[in-house]
C-alpha cells in the first residue's frame, strides 16, 4: 500500500499477466507521488491493469493530470487499462476530458460519448482564474446587482439580502431582480445571480469569477416519455423529437448529455422549445413529440394527475450545474470579502433567517473541477446563446 495525504492505492493482486490496485481517498496534485509509484512498476508488455474507483470521492484537474501521465506510459507498453466502479462524476469527467480513450472497457469508438474536439493526448481543461482589475470603475460607490430569481416567494428575501450586502460591503447597491423569460443584458453588473447557463456566459465571454454557490441547489433533468409508448431504451429513440423549456437553459444542455452518455446521440435528435416546463410537458402529451427534458425538481413537483400520463426513463445525477453570484472582474478587489461575508451567514441567527427568506441553506465555494466541466458541458452542447 502505498499512501499520501489524501490518496492511497492498495494492490488487489498481482503477477506477471494482472495487476488490480485499488485507488481510494482524492487525486489532486499532492497524489503525484503515489501515482509516480505505478509508473514506476515494471509491467510485463500487454499485461492487464484494473483500476478501481469504488472509494475516489474526487479528482480535480491537477489530479487527472497526474494520472495521465502513467495511463500514457501503460498505453506505450500496450498493457491493457480497465477501469471499475467509477462514480457519475468521475464517469462524465473522464468522457469529457478525453481519458476514457485509454480505458478498453470504454471505448472512444461510439460517437455518443465522444469528446467534442480533440485528438490532442493533452486533456484540456478550462480554468476559470481570479482576475484582478485593469482599471478601478468610475463609480465604485455603486454596484449593480442583477437576481435571477427561482420563484415567486424569493422575491422579499432579495431585497433583504441586498440590504445585508451593502452593510457588510459598505457600498451602495443597486438591485434589480430578472424575471423568468425575460433577457437582459447581465454583464454590465458588477454582481449577478445567474443560473448555470447565465453563469457560463458570464464566465466564459466576460471573464466573472464565480464567487459562491447555494448549499444543496443543483439542476438536474428528467427525461421523460408518454406512458403509452412501448417500453424500450432511451438508446432506441433513434431520430426522436424532444420538447423542453430553452435552448438557453442548463436543462437542454444536461438532456443531450444524459442521451450521448446512455448511448443516443443527441445530434440525431430534433428539439421543439416552449418557454417553460409545463407547456412541454403538454406538448409531450398531445402526442407532439418523443422525449421530454424536463427540470427533475420540476417533474417530481408535479400533481400525481399531472404525472400519470408520464414514465421517466432517465435523470441525470451530475450535481454541478448550480445557480452562482458571480462578480465582474473591474470588481475583484471585492472577492475575497464577498466570499467571507456569504460563507459566514450561516453562524449568525439573524443571517440565517436571510437564508431562510431565500430558500437556502447556506453558501460555499464552487469547486473548480465542477467549474471546469460546466464550462465544458457549456462548449460542447450549447448551440445557441443570447447575449449576457
Same mark, same amino acid.
Given at each position: 500500500?502505498?499512501?499520501?495525504p ?5 494492490t ?7 495487476h488490480?490496485f485499488k485507488l481510494s481517498?482524492q487525486?489532486d496534485v499532492?497524489a503525484a ?11 510485463a508488455a500487454a499485461s492487464?491493469?484494473?483500476?478501481d474507483? *469504488?472509494?475516489i470521492?474526487?479528482i480535480?484537474s491537477?489530479?487527472l ?8 506510459q501503460?498505453?506505450g507498453?500496450a498493457?491493457?487499462i480497465e ?5 457519475r462524476v468521475?464517469?462524465m ?13 470504454t471505448?472512444e469508438?461510439?460517437d455518443?460519448?465522444?469528446?467534442a474536439a480533440?485528438n490532442?493526448?493533452?486533456a ?5 482564474k481570479?482576475?484582478?482589475p485593469?482599471a ?9 446587482f442583477?437576481?435571477?430569481l427561482?420563484?415567486?416567494q +424569493?422575491l *422579499?428575501g432579495?431585497y433583504v ?5 451593502q452593510?457588510h ?7 434589480d431582480?430578472k424575471q423568468?423569460g425575460i433577457? +437582459? ?5 458588477a454582481l ?6 447565465d453563469a =457560463?456566459?458570464?464566465?466564459?465571454k ?5 464567487i459562491a454557490?447555494?448549499?444543496d !441547489?443543483t439542476? !438536474?433533468?428528467?427525461?421523460v416519455?408518454?406512458?403509452?409508448m ?5 438508446? !432506441?429513440?433513434?431520430? *426522436?423529437s ?13 438532456g +443531450?448529455f444524459l =442521451?450521448d452518455?446512455c448511448?443516443?446521440?443527441?445530434t440525431g435528435?430534433s428539439?421543439?422549445f416552449?418557454g417553460?416546463?409545463?407547456k412541454?410537458? +403538454?406538448?409531450?402529451?398531445k402526442g407532439q413529440?418523443d &422525449?421530454?427534458?424536463m427540470t427533475?425538481?420540476?417533474?417530481h413537483q408535479?400533481?400525481?394527475l399531472?404525472r ?15 445557480p452562482?453570484?458571480l462578480?465582474?472582474p473591474?470588481?475583484?478587489?471585492l ?6 461575508t456569504? &460563507? *459566514?451567514m450561516?453562524?449568525?441567527d ?5 437564508? @431562510?427568506?431565500?430558500?437556502?441553506a @447556506? ?10 466541466m460546466? &464550462?465544458?458541458?457549456y ?10
Amino acid at each position: 500500500m502505498v499512501q499520501a495525504p489524501n490518496l492511497t492505492i492498495a494492490t488487489v493482486h498481482s503477477d506477471d499477466t494482472l495487476h488490480e490496485f485499488k485507488l481510494s481517498g482524492q487525486i489532486d496534485v499532492t497524489a503525484a507521488p503515489v501515482i509516480d509509484t505505478l509508473a514506476s512498476r515494471k509491467l510485463a508488455a500487454a499485461s492487464r491493469v484494473i483500476l478501481d474507483f *469504488a472509494d475516489i470521492d474526487r479528482i480535480n484537474s491537477m489530479g487527472l493530470a497526474q494520472l495521465m501521465r502513467v495511463l500514457e506510459q501503460w498505453r506505450g507498453q500496450a498493457i491493457r487499462i480497465e477501469v471499475r466502479n467509477l462514480n457519475r462524476v468521475v464517469s462524465m469527467l473522464f468522457k469529457m476530458t478525453g481519458l476514457n480513450r485509454y480505458f478498453s472497457d470504454t471505448p472512444e469508438a461510439s460517437d455518443a460519448v465522444k469528446p467534442a474536439a480533440s485528438n490532442d493526448n493533452a486533456a484540456k481543461l478550462r480554468s476559470v482564474k481570479r482576475i484582478r482589475p485593469v482599471a478601478e470603475p468610475v463609480n465604485s460607490n455603486r454596484l449593480d446587482f442583477s437576481v435571477s430569481l427561482q420563484n415567486s416567494q +424569493q422575491l *422579499a428575501g432579495w431585497y433583504v439580502f441586498n440590504t445585508f450586502l451593502q452593510r457588510h460591503l459598505e457600498k451602495a447597491i443597486h438591485l434589480d431582480v430578472k424575471q423568468p423569460g425575460i433577457n +437582459q443584458p447581465l454583464h454590465q453588473n458588477a454582481l449577478v445571480f445567474a443560473k448555470p447557463f447565465d453563469a =457560463c456566459i458570464l464566465m466564459a465571454k466576460h471573464q466573472f469569477i464565480p464567487i459562491a454557490k447555494p448549499l444543496d !441547489e443543483t439542476d !438536474e433533468v428528467s427525461i421523460v416519455v408518454r406512458n403509452d409508448m412501448p417500453p424500450k431504451s432511451i438508446a !432506441e429513440f433513434l431520430a *426522436a423529437s424532444v420538447v423542453t423549456a430553452s435552448a438557453t437553459d442548463f436543462i437542454y444542455v444536461l438532456g +443531450q448529455f444524459l =442521451c450521448d452518455e446512455c448511448g443516443l446521440a443527441s445530434t440525431g435528435l430534433s428539439y421543439t422549445f416552449t418557454g417553460n416546463d409545463i407547456k412541454a410537458l +403538454q406538448t409531450l402529451l398531445k402526442g407532439q413529440a418523443d &422525449l421530454l427534458f424536463m427540470t427533475k425538481r420540476n417533474y417530481h413537483q408535479l400533481s400525481r394527475l399531472s404525472r400519470e400520463g408520464t414514465r421517466l426513463l432517465e435523470e441525470s445525477e451530475t450535481a454541478m450545474a448550480y445557480p452562482m453570484l458571480l462578480l465582474s472582474p473591474s470588481y475583484a478587489s471585492l472577492q475575497n470579502t464577498l466570499a467571507d461575508t456569504l &460563507l *459566514a451567514m450561516q453562524d449568525d441567527d439573524k443571517s440565517r433567517q436571510i437564508l @431562510g427568506d431565500l430558500g437556502l441553506a @447556506g453558501w460555499c465555494l464552487p469547486e473548480q473541477t465542477e467549474l471546469d466541466m460546466l &464550462l465544458m458541458l457549456y462548449n460542447r452542447y450549447a448551440k445557441a446563446s443570447v447575449a449576457v
